[in-house]
């Protein structure tokens, strides 16, 4: 038995035009030394989608930007992906420059600091063929390590982009069924492989499944540690719960043991097939120990939780804070959470009735040493009002009122990722 729900709806529904505004007005006061662009992207079909086929993911994909400078929000912006194959994942910036990312086929598409499409960009020549929309930048040597899938490929790929905007390893570990890999993690020593029970079906593609990857309980799942400049050979699996995972928070090294901090699935495409809800996600640990070869799980959170990001400064290393929005059922969008995984606890940030938290951007303080020491910044749709504001929290009080609300004249729809990308 199969079903649908609807992604053409509410704030799930897409936005038709493009626009460009001035000065947008504030509630508060934002930061000075907040400069730069807060991005983000998702799928913004152009032409109206045939709602019994239609899948989420599959959607055009739409950046959207707010400028600030000097404690003002100079602009606001969005703008479709062009370059081709659809791009509609994730927003980063490298060696100064934008790119809109994917997974599974397209490369990356280089957008200009005011969003429009330069147009696709395979890193110099250095990228062969599919990427990844989920990197992982080294904070010791700032290379973005990723890990790329295409459907055709019987094996998955590490792919290192140095600071330069160059590829620098391509390293293919060999794995069976063409499994979808989201995202990945690094640690000082390894990069993470997720090898997880959703493969190709080439009888859902045959059949015209825009998105052709299902639940697979035939295919075990499984982890793998890759040492981070090692050969595949070196790959060492570890057996993993039966589940699917889209996102890490981090993953550290702890002695003799690997860390791993995700969002946890129970299942996904088995029954809905044209979005990514298969009840509760849940924020766990996964503790690799590799003198036992074992994998244990632990949760941290139980609470439907998805979008988790660090202090990225952190990335690799152990981490005490971990930010997300709330998901509801039928990834109904909720509160920003601020996880203290020293500690246990959690803060929630209510946006208010009928508000609605997207992806939540940690940016750390100039200066500014302690680990929450910076501020959240997230957009927020106004079901009220339908109509989008981008709020910053200050992480240190995390369920107070935001620092800044900048009101936009139009909403932002529910959609993937994106980055703060500073000036400096
Ligand atoms: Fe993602």
Partial sequence: MTTTISFLDGNFAPVTEEVTTGELPVSGRLPEELTGRLVRIGPNPKAAPDPATHHWFTGDGMVHGVRLEGGRATWYRNRWVGGGEVV????????????????????????????????????????????????????????????????????????????DARVRREERVPVPDAPMVHDCAITERFVVLFDLPVTFDLEAAAGGASLPYRWNPDHPPRVGL??????????????????????????????????????????????????????????????????????????????????????????????????????????EHGPALKHDLARGTREVHDHGPGRMGLEPVFVPRSGGTAEDDGWVLAYVYDATEDRSDVVVLDAQDFAGEPVATIHLPVRVPFGFHGSWLPDA
């Fill in 88 to 163: 509609n994942t994730h927003v980063i910036g490298v060696d100064r420059r934008t790119f809109a990312l994917v997974e599974a086929g397209s490369s990356p598409v280089e957008l200009s600091d005011e969003l429009e499409t330069i147009g696709r960009c395979d890193f110099g020549g250095t990228l062969d063929g599919s990427f990844t929309a989920h990197t992982h930048r080294d904070p010791a040597t700032g290379d973005l390590h990723g890990v790329t899938y295409h459907w055709s490929w019987d094996h998955i790929r590490h792919v290192v982009v140095g600071p």
């Fill in 226 to 331: 890759l040492p981070l400049s090692g050969p595949a050979a070196e790959v060492r699996w570890f057996e993993a719960p039966s589940c699917f995972v889209f996102h890490t928070l981090n993953a550290y090294d702890d002695g003799d043991t690997v860390v791993i901090d995700l969002v946890r699935h129970p299942r996904m495409f088995a029954t809905l097939l044209n979005g990514p809800y298969e009840g509760l996600p849940s924020l766990e640990r996964w503790t690799l120990d590799l003198a036992r070869g074992t994998l244990t799980t632990a949760t941290l959170d139980d609470a439907g939780q998805e979008f988790p990001r660090i202090d990225e400064r952190l990335t690799g290393r152990a981490h005490r804070y971990g930010y997300a929005t709330a998901f509801g059922e039928g990834i």
